[in-house]
């Protein structure tokens, strides 16, 4: 799901990072299918980068309120 940047981007199918933490790139466990909350940028050729200075939260250690939040006062336009 995406919150922001649908004006841009209809589908995101692949998120880059640098090769390594020394570049800034993130580690992101793929393979178990956790979910995370990113944000990055949507370059001009419609790439998404994140790296270590963006906000890369698992879904999971989200409180309450900030889900409610995301899945509800975005939609609002907020």
């Known amino acids: 799901q995406m919150f922001k940047g649908f004006e841009k981007l209809k589908d995101v199918q692949?998120?880059?990072t640098?090769?390594?933490s020394?570049?800034?790139g993130?580690?992101?466990e793929a393979?178990?299918?956790k979910?995370?909350?990113l944000t990055g940028q949507i370059l001009d050729d419609g790439k998404v980068l994140i790296h270590l200075c963006n906000y890369i939260e698992p879904w999971d250690?989200?409180?309450l309120s900030q889900k409610k939040s995301l899945n509800q006062r975005y939609q609002m336009g907020c």
């Open 14 to 16: 692949y998120v880059y």
């Open 18 to 20: 640098p090769f390594d």
């Open 31 to 33: 393979n178990n299918k």
């Open 61 to 63: 250690d989200l409180s």
């Open 26 to 28: 993130v580690k992101l």
């Open 22 to 24: 020394s570049l800034c």
């Open 35 to 37: 979910q995370y909350l």
